[in-house]
């Protein structure tokens, strides 16, 4: 294990017998403008699979070269983009420390990353585990409601992402999931504020402890102040999706779970795109908007923490190959360096997806931004690395990053979660669970997981059973990195509804649908032998709970609506709010 010390032993930021607070004064008077500046932006990184520094950049989504991120723009804070296996991520990360270690100060890095531990693969919400343990999607922890397993979720993460260098969960995601329509519903705990308050605490002491400190993974709280209404349920990562509105006047019932996790120690918070239409707040986006960050998170709520912007409010950007708008919704009239200003005047600390400290040097020698104002929020950003003691041992051990990433207890306890996250919403007859080995027709589930439970068959009209697994529907978006967020209809094609019914009248059929979103299919619910819903399940969980091998334990954490027209009828904000659903919030059977 690589421990080289920062340059310049000695210096008072150096002596861990010092406080945080001491050796972040005595680091910040020894830190040039460029260098303050620098600490303002956390952007993206990628590595080479072999867990070596990437140098050419990655026109796709990092154009720039680690050294250059380092050594030229001053940058300490990064995201890590891709899935790569434990051993190599310990790698690159000591070999990224290492780096940062040969700088002028020694300022460590801090790394983050985006959910890692599911089934969704969204270059811009979540990645699918790969090495790490995978459990259900948050919302699946939420269709359990059970906060004793949130926090051994959490603490689990908090294990594995130390292994590998992770010191910021850019997680949970407590916005409330009120729209159908939404498309990042899964990332949530669903719907019920009181739950997804209770479930956020837990999740935030798994991650951080009691206090944070060197075995802490410090949690970035997000989507500030609850990012489920938009307009149409639309996502305002795009311009047609940046409208966030409150027709049901339910704003308090969105700020509830930002409220607990406050009072659990939340280090970070994550404003979310949304620009709030028709409320006393300014018409700009959450992070442009100093009576959000100013007035209600830093004063009426008293969070003292780093406030992060999204990724990508202040200059436009190639997002897989194609050119994508800075997300500065209301203020898209005003400069790079303009938006900047107003963010930073708004409350925010440090700036999301971006590598310009140019802007920021520009700013204060401009004397639109007072240096003094700057230290205010590097302050708060190099505190946090003392604490979690990166200037201490920046370093992992690279073999036990193997032994701990995906071990065979976390895998187990993933899989249990995703068997217990199941939803059963009919069983007719009582056909749940099947027993002896029938003849199964599969459509969307593997043959060979499937041979262990029955006699596999190619033709339905030879099967005693049909297991079926669907996905929700949603529109096709010709945008590369927007169809990554499935939008829009949540209804089936006529033609795939027209021939999962006519399987359902060959044979009787078992369905699983998985909901990434709530979906809209009364006439599979009217014809299934038994239906069930995953919220991220391998095909050997969902077998064992039709087999009666394990029990399904979830509960819908959001109603299932009757009709896309009833779902256009409902308001935004507020919860369950469809007429007439086929299965409401909280509907479950025990089978």
């Not at 669970?433 to 003849?439: F, H, Q």
């Not at 199964?440 to 297991?467: C, H, K």
């Not at 709970?545 to 009757?562: C, Y």
Request: hydrophobic residues 40%; contains cysteine; glycine residues 10%.
């Amino acid at each position: 294990m690589n421990t080289r010390a920062p340059r310049n032993e000695g210096h008072p930021y150096q002596n861990p017998a010092l406080t945080p607070d001491e050796r972040t004064e005595d680091l910040l008077a020894r830190m040039t403008l460029e260098e303050k500046a620098g600490q303002l932006f956390h952007t993206m990184l990628t590595m080479n699979p072999d867990g070596t520094l990437i140098e050419t950049g990655d026109p796709a989504m990092v154009p720039m070269s680690t050294t250059d991120l380092l050594e030229t723009k001053g940058l300490t804070h990064f995201n890590l983009l891709g899935s790569y296996g434990a051993r190599e991520m310990a790698l690159w990360q000591n070999a990224l420390q290492e780096r940062a270690a040969a700088t002028r100060l020694g300022i460590p890095v801090t790394l983050s990353t985006d959910p890692r531990n599911a089934f969704t693969d969204n270059p811009g919400a979540a990645l699918n585990a790969g090495a790490f343990s995978q459990w259900p999607e948050p919302i699946g922890l939420g269709a359990i409601g059970d906060a004793e397993l949130v926090h051994r979720f959490a603490d689990t993460v908090r294990r594995e992402y130390l292994a590998v260098g992770f010191r910021v969960a850019l997680h949970p995601q407590i916005d409330l999931a009120t729209d159908p329509r939404w498309s990042r519903q899964s990332g949530t705990f669903g719907n019920d504020a009181r739950l997804t308050g209770e479930l956020a605490a837990a999740y935030i002491r798994g991650l951080q402890g009691d206090t944070l400190g060197s075995q802490s993974v410090a949690t970035m709280v997000k989507h500030f102040p609850g990012g489920g209404p938009q307009k149409d349920g639309e996502d305002p990562h795009f311009p047609h999706g940046k409208e966030q509105i409150y027709p049901g006047g339910m704003r308090d019932h969105h700020l509830a779970p930002f409220k607990a996790a406050i009072a659990a120690g939340a280090s970070q918070m994550m404003p979310y795109y949304g620009q709030p239409i028709g409320t006393d707040w300014e018409e700009v986006g959450f992070g442009f908007n100093k009576d959000v960050l100013t007035g209600l998170l830093r004063g009426e709520l008293g969070f003292t923490g780093i406030v992060c912007t999204d990724w990508g409010l202040l200059t436009d950007a190639k997002i897989l190959g194609e050119t994508h708008v800075a997300r500065a919704w209301g203020v898209e009239h005003l400069s790079p360096a303009e938006r900047a200003a107003k963010s930073l005047d708004a409350g925010a600390d440090q700036f999301g997806g971006e590598q310009c400290p140019e802007l920021i040097v520009e700013l204060v020698r401009s004397g639109r931004i007072t240096e003094t104002r700057i230290d205010a929020s590097v302050g708060r950003l190099l505190r946090e690395k003392f604490v979690l003691g990166l200037f201490d041992n920046p370093y992992v051990d690279i073999d036990a990053a193997s032994r701990i990433v995906g071990n065979p207890e976390f895998t187990a306890a993933g899989e249990d979660a995703q068997r217990r996250a199941i939803t059963v919403l009919t069983n007719r007859d009582t056909l749940l669970p099947l027993t002896g080995a029938p003849k199964l027709y599969l459509q969307g589930v593997r043959p060979e997981a499937a041979a262990a439970y029955g006699q596999v068959v190619s033709d339905p009209a030879q099967a005693d059973i049909a297991v079926v697994r669907l996905s929700t529907p949603y529109e096709e978006r010709a945008n590369k990195f927007e169809s990554f967020f499935h939008s829009g209809d949540l209804s089936f094609p006529p033609a795939e509804l027209a021939a999962m019914l006519d399987l359902m009248k060959t044979v009787p059929t078992i369905a699983c649908v998985n909901l990434e979103r709530a979906a809209v299919f009364p006439e599979i619910a009217d014809h299934a032998a038994a239906l069930l819903a995953d919220f991220g399940a391998s095909d050997t969980a969902v077998l064992d709970v039709v087999f009666g091998h394990a029990t399904a334990q979830g509960r819908l954490p959001f109603e299932l609506p009757r009709s896309m027209a009833a779902v256009a009828a409902s308001r935004e904000d507020v919860p369950n709010d469809t007429e007439d659903p086929v299965f409401p919030a909280g509907h479950g059977l025990t089978l």
